[in-house]
């Protein structure tokens, strides 16, 4: 086997592949993230190719849809957890890997089973992208579905559901707001340092490939709906849990993930502004949220 180390939002992790599979096949947005073994590490995964294990003596879950993509969860009467993870129904839905993990997902494994290596890099790359959420929620850290733009140092966070348009109003800041650059288009990392709310990118970017190794300040939080006029106004405390929390990568079911994901969250709403923001996808809408979410400095 060969290992390799990778460090995402400060956190180390370890991943050791077995002969034949090649790290900058399977997993190239993790390239920016390479590093050398140094200090703790997070999680370590062991990866091979294999016939998918059978979790009929495993209590189902459920099954849930994730971007598309179906991925089945198992829970064994010693905590381990299984996911069953397939491919998007556009795709064809078949399963491409699976992923066995103890309670606290410090060590896991992941058996491709995918035919091809399309199949096999979109298995690897969600198994992770799950492990190290699931690991790294009580240490002040969550995954979050968001697009990000940078401004000025600050990186601003745009949530919402699957199409209703963070790529589209992350764009419109690039296209009107001069000198803002994408951080991350759909999974970056969010972290509390030192008492401060902290974005990282992530090798986890949906179908825009913005793998950046880089983070910033958190300016600001906004949840986006579309409406036909512009119009943004800040959440109350409460709210803006309500809201935020279907945006994190959780298992509710499970008490220790859970648990540490509501206590980042409250830390965050104690330093970080949280929008609403009602929108067209044009100029006047970026303008409008700019105005109101930018930090002055």
Not at 49 to 62: D, L
Not at 92 to 116: M, R
Request: charged share 15%; glycine share 8%; hydrophobic share 40%.
């Amino acid at each position: 086997m060969t290992t390799h180390y990778y460090k995402i939002a400060g956190h180390v992790l370890s991943v050791c592949l077995a002969d034949g599979l090649d790290a900058a096949s399977l997993l190239p947005s993790f390239s920016p993230f390479q590093c050398e073994s140094e200090g703790a590490v997070l999680l370590e995964m062991e990866v091979c190719q294999g016939v998918a294990p059978s979790f009929r003596e495993w209590e189902e879950i459920g099954q849930f849809d994730c971007g598309g993509a179906n991925h089945g969860v198992y829970n064994h009467k010693n905590g381990s957890y299984a996911f069953e993870i397939s491919l998007p129904e556009c795709d064809g839905g078949s399963l491409s890997c699976c992923l066995i993990a103890p309670a606290d997902f410090s060590h896991c494994q992941a058996v491709l089973v995918g035919a091809s290596q399309s199949e096999q890099q979109f298995g690897l790359n969600n198994a992770i992208m799950m492990a190290y959420a699931f690991a790294a929620a009580t240490q002040d850290t969550l995954l979050v579905h968001a697009s990000v733009i940078r401004h000025a140092g600050y990186g601003y966070l745009f949530t919402a559901p699957s199409g209703t348009g963070k790529s589209t109003h992350t764009h419109l800041w690039y296209k009107y707001i001069p000198g803002c650059d994408l951080m991350n288009d759909d999974n970056p990392v969010v972290r509390i340092v030192d008492g401060e709310t902290r974005i990282f990118g992530s090798p986890w970017s949906g179908k825009t490939p913005c793998y950046r190794n880089i983070w910033a300040p958190v300016g600001a939080i906004t949840r986006i709906e579309q409406k036909p006029e512009n119009t943004i106004r800040r959440m109350a405390p409460v709210e803006a849990f309500a809201t935020l929390l279907p945006a994190v990568s959780s298992m509710k079911w499970d008490r220790r993930v859970y648990n540490g994901i509501c206590e980042t969250l409250s830390k965050l709403l104690m330093t970080t502004p949280i929008f609403w923001l009602g929108c067209r996808p044009d100029e006047e809408a970026a303008r409008v949220c700019y105005e109101a979410v930018k930090v002055v400095q």
